[in-house]
């Protein structure tokens, strides 16, 4: 491995969450030579992070944590100090709260879990009215069937998704980061080898250009196993949202919301200032899109899971969306929705972010995995990054954070990974009957994998 300095040449494949995070990280280190390269304008539109919000939830480790939780609970620590305390992303944070709820015994016990060692900390929620009255008069107005949890209005919230992503972006370019964007310019085709294979050198795009660099760091979300091969550990799956106008008036009353999430249902987040649009996601296992073509650690005819970008859901998805506000909120249950699309991340095994050095491979730092849990961390994961690069990652979490591979051996591509909702099963975009964009249009399904624009989930 080539001794880096702050005058080594830095490339990040991927300009989305995780690379602009990345940049910002290795910027305020003093790092001279970084250049990112992403395929779209920053906020890309295909990227999960260019979003009106997301859930945010603060957290710290304890003594009794093992060691899955020390990881997910320093992280948190970290991640809250950020959103803050650090003025690139503190303005961005609203700690209004949040709610957990289910209806099924089993999910029940599974949320109550959320709260453990906390309990004094939550109000349970047993019947239509508490859930009411956790929200200004007028805004819940569903009839809940069946619904229990719990709710705290404090130590979570939601975070404005695409103003921190253009913060952070912004912020990295002030201090010099050379960002490279463009269907030719900045896409990336494949990663650039040393003649022995055992280095990677920098990244190639469409243009033709060879970008060589001393330290090569990809960061391309679902799509990080398109270039590189990451021995199964990534599942790309796809989750669903849209959004809902709201009036002026509607707007002003759902301001300052917590966060209403059950895992059987979905969740909402308050409408954004901007639009007045009411974002809200049906939950389900996810999506995958099996197909059999070669990428980088699959040969012709091994299936394996794929993204494309669709700004559309399928018509089941929107079905589940409309129940669930139905049970919520029907006054808006059956508005046309204002947007809608497919989002996607990378699943690893154990749901655990990945962020190393491949074994074999000099010059490449991996970080990929986000697993429904990328946008959270933004503000730490360009750190994580950069300490694992410069070899000085805290030893619990890159121990965490490691290249694992074994533990994709016999893989089960169906598993639904602690997720509920939806028909209780990880679905595929094949099998889907038909598209919307919930405005009482419908096209017929199509074969997903000829799409070619490809979604990049951080």
């Not at 940049?23 to 030579?33: E, F, M, Q, S």
């Not at 020390?70 to 503190?90: A, G, I, P």
């Not at 009839?143 to 130590?155: M, N, S, T």
């Not at 939806?422 to 199509?446: L, R």
Request: aromatic share 10%.
């Amino acid at each position: 491995m080539v001794s880096l300095t702050k005058n080594s040449s830095i490339l990040i494949v991927g300009g989305g969450t995780w690379g602009c995070s990345t940049a910002l990280h290795l910027a305020r280190r003093g790092y001279k030579n970084v250049t990112v390269l992403e395929a779209h304008p920053i906020p890309s539109p295909i990227s999960a992070g260019n979003d009106v919000n997301k859930i945010m939830e603060e957290g710290e480790p304890s003594e009794t944590d093992t060691e899955e939780q020390y990881v997910w609970n320093r992280m948190h620590q970290l991640t809250t100090k950020y959103w803050k305390e650090d003025h690139v992303f503190k303005s961005f944070y609203h700690p209004t709260g949040i709610i957990f709820s289910a209806i099924s015994d089993d999910v029940y016990e599974h949320v109550k879990g959320y709260t453990k060692g906390t309990e004094s900390e939550w109000a349970a929620l047993n019947s239509p009215e508490d859930f009411k009255k956790t929200m200004p008069q007028g805004v819940l107005q569903g009839d809940f069937p069946g619904w229990k949890g719990f709710w705290k209005d404090h130590g979570a919230g939601w975070v404005f998704a695409r103003g921190a992503m253009v913060s952070a972006y912004e912020e990295a370019l002030k201090l010099g980061v050379n960002f490279i964007t463009g269907e030719s310019a900045g896409k990336v085709t494949t990663l650039l080898y040393s003649d022995s294979k055992d280095t990677i050198t920098g990244a190639q795009t469409v243009d033709g250009t060879s970008h060589y660099a001393d330290q090569t760091i990809l960061c391309a979300g679902a799509n990080g196993d398109l270039l590189f091969d990451f021995e199964q550990q990534l599942r790309p799956t796809a989750w669903t949202l849209a959004h809902i106008p709201l009036s002026i008036e509607e707007a002003a009353l759902f301001k300052n919301l917590p966060v209403l999430y059950n895992p059987e249902r979905g969740f909402f987040v308050e409408p954004d200032a901007e639009k007045r649009e009411l974002k809200f996601c049906d939950e389900h296992p996810g999506y995958i899109n099996m197909v059999k073509t070669a990428t980088p650690g699959y040969r012709e005819g091994t299936t394996h899971s794929q993204p494309f970008a669709r700004h559309q859901i399928p018509v089941e998805s929107e079905t589940r969306m409309r129940k669930f506000l139905q049970e919520a909120m029907p006054q808006i249950a059956n508005r046309d929705f204002s947007f809608a699309r497919i989002c996607w991340d990378a699943d690893t095994v154990d749901r655990q972010f990945l962020i190393d050095r491949p074994k074999g491979k000099s010059g490449l730092v991996v970080a990929a995995g986000g697993s429904g849990m990328g946008f959270m961390m933004m503000p730490v994961v360009g750190q994580l990054i950069v300490d694992r690069m410069e070899d000085v990652l805290e030893e619990r979490l890159q121990k965490g954070l490691r290249w694992r591979p074994e533990q994709a051996i016999g893989r089960d591509w169906q598993a639904i990974q602690d997720r509920h909702g939806g028909e209780g099963k990880i679905m595929d975009f094949h099998d889907v009957k038909g598209w919307t964009s919930g405005k009482g249009d419908q096209v017929p399904n199509a074969e997903p994998a000829k799409d070619t624009k490809m979604c990049n989930s951080m």
